[in-house]
């Protein structure tokens, strides 16, 4: 079955470290996209790639990279910058827009991080 | 302030009975969708309208959306437990979604 699989599902952050979250799409799909959800919030755009070896920041970036080397990858990494990881973040993928509609986003079953 | 913002933020109803959910955006859009996430699971993609559509319907969902009022419903008939969930909309906003911080819908057998 096509999917978007994260990894882990519950993740550990000590102070000062860097900890990297991974998204895996068999969609096919050319975008994918980072967000941060916090509890009874809504979703925060972090990162989004339309396109292999491009990326453009999100609304809360900082504190926050990511790569997109293959099509199918598109792994977050929290760095010691960002202060308050502690969230439930969502990868999703979908097929590329137009200037004219957003397309229906698939995602994944999410990462809960930590600090410990 | 956020795109769309959906009301009531928690809504309790017994099973079989409808539940409807509003969403209010600030700014033009092309098109606008509604989400479901279940408890500590990511986003299922429920329905999308257009701005040029006025009613959409998709199995016991109905979704309605009026530009000049920037606003949507979303109309859940004859509900069932497995409906708890929350529900997000989301509004186009340049090349990104903007979602809202959601509906908890509470289905109580």
């Known amino acids: 079955d096509g999917g978007i699989t994260q990894s882990p599902k519950y993740l550990f952050r000590k102070e000062g470290q860097n900890v990297t979250l991974s998204c895996e799409q068999n969609?096919?799909?050319?975008?994918m996209y980072w967000y941060r959800q916090d509890p009874g919030q809504g979703l925060r755009l972090i990162y989004y790639?339309?396109?292999?070896?491009?990326?453009q920041k999100g609304d809360i970036a900082e504190g926050y990279s990511v790569s997109r080397e293959k099509k199918e990858s598109f792994p977050l990494t929290v760095t010691s910058a960002q202060k308050n990881p502690t969230a439930f973040y969502l990868c999703a993928s979908s097929t590329p827009g137009t200037r004219w509609e957003i397309q229906p986003q698939h995602f994944g079953d999410g990462t809960r991080l930590s600090i410990l | 302030s956020q795109q769309g913002e959906e009301d009531p933020q928690a809504l309790s109803i017994q099973e079989g009975e409808n539940a409807t959910m509003n969403c209010s955006y600030k700014t033009s859009i092309n098109n606008l969708q509604w989400y479901r996430q279940n408890s500590g699971r990511g986003l299922v993609h429920l329905i999308l309208?257009?701005?040029?559509?006025r009613e959409k319907h998709s199995g016991r969902l109905r979704v309605t959306l009026d530009t000049s009022k920037k606003s949507s419903s979303l109309l859940i008939t004859a509900s069932r437990a497995a409906d708890t969930a929350s529900y997000f909309c989301a509004t186009d906003a340049g090349q990104n979604f903007v979602f809202g911080p959601g509906t908890r819908l509470s289905v109580l057998p």
């Open positions: 969609l096919n799909h050319d975008a």
């Open positions: 790639s339309q396109i292999v070896n491009d990326f």
């Open positions: 309208i257009r701005s040029n559509e």
